[in-house]
């Protein structure tokens, strides 16, 4: 896909998800897909748009597999996802990065090298399955994707991928929530041979300190390719009003499979 026919085609996706806005009156309360790596199963209501986005995102790798003594530092600007709700169980989300600055240091060869563009655009259909409009009560749905390749060359594999996600929710209590997701991926293998699978778990406990304040603390677990990929995160949602949501979070890497350390601030604004 060239650049002028990707700049096309956003364009499109984000003028379709502009006209599918409403100033309806939400029933619903705010739920959101960040800023846990834990996806929900709660859908946004129909002919509403939720939009999700960071600020900024910035990750740091410097223990890799590979022991190679590189430094990889990558900053995503404002990574968005916008959720529009189809029917009372249903959503469409398109996923993307539209700015990447990616900076790899080499100190065997004293060399560094600075990569910029945007990255993939991933469409994901939402299914609530049980739980969307009962307070309390577990929910669980379905969540396929698909990945298109994008992203500008140095920024991304060329392959469309994809995969399926199943999310899990339910109240605990004194205020405290649990959540779980599953995910199957079919992804292309880092010598780009071929395909693999790649299974990542998560579970996260969330506790409201207030009634607009919240805090999470996550794990995470990615299998496939290589040893796994094992993380520890968590962070902070502040509640500005029932359609607008402040957050902030860190994660943290406990295996060379991971990134080091990732930290990004953001919110969800529904309308």
């Known amino acids: 896909m060239t650049r002028p026919d990707r700049q096309r085609l956003l364009t499109i996706l984000a003028a379709s998800a502009l006209l599918g806005a409403t100033s309806a009156h939400a029933a619903r309360p705010l739920t959101t897909d960040r800023p846990d790596a834990t996806e929900s199963p709660f859908t946004v209501e129909p002919g509403r748009v939720q939009l999700e986005i960071s600020a900024a995102e910035y990750t740091r790798d410097k223990n890799n597999p590979a ?4 430094r990889a530092e990558t900053w995503s600007v404002a990574p968005l996802n916008v959720r529009i709700g189809l029917t009372a169980s249903t959503e469409l989300q398109l996923v993307y990065e539209p700015h990447i600055i990616e900076r790899v240091k080499d100190r065997a060869l004293a060399t560094t090298t600075t990569e910029r563009g945007a990255g993939d655009l991933t469409l994901r259909y939402k299914l ?6 009962t307070e309390g009560t577990p929910a ?3 969540m396929p994707y698909v990945k298109l390749p994008t992203a500008d060359d140095a920024l991304g594999n060329g392959n469309v991928e994809g ?3 199943v999310p899990f929710a339910m109240d605990l209590s004194d205020g405290w929530g649990f959540g779980a997701m599953t995910e199957l991926a079919v992804v292309r293998n880092e010598a780009d041979t071929g395909e693999r699978t790649a299974w990542l778990n998560t579970a996260t406990l969330a506790r409201d300190l207030t009634e607009r304040v919240g805090v999470f603390f996550e794990a995470t677990a990615l ?4 040893k796994p ?11 500005l009003t029932d359609d607008l949501q402040l957050d902030a979070g860190v994660n943290f890497g406990l295996t060379r499979a991971a990134d080091d350390l990732t930290v990004f601030a953001g919110l969800a604004w529904r309308y």
Do not use: F, K
Request: with cysteine.
């Open 223 to 226: 299998v496939g390719e290589g």
């Open 163 to 165: 995969g399926l996600i």
């Open 67 to 70: 022991r190679d003594r590189t």
């Open 128 to 133: 609530n399955l049980a739980g969307n409009d």
């Open 229 to 239: 990929a094992l993380t520890a995160n968590t962070g902070c949602t502040v509640g």
């Open 140 to 142: 669980w749905g379905l």
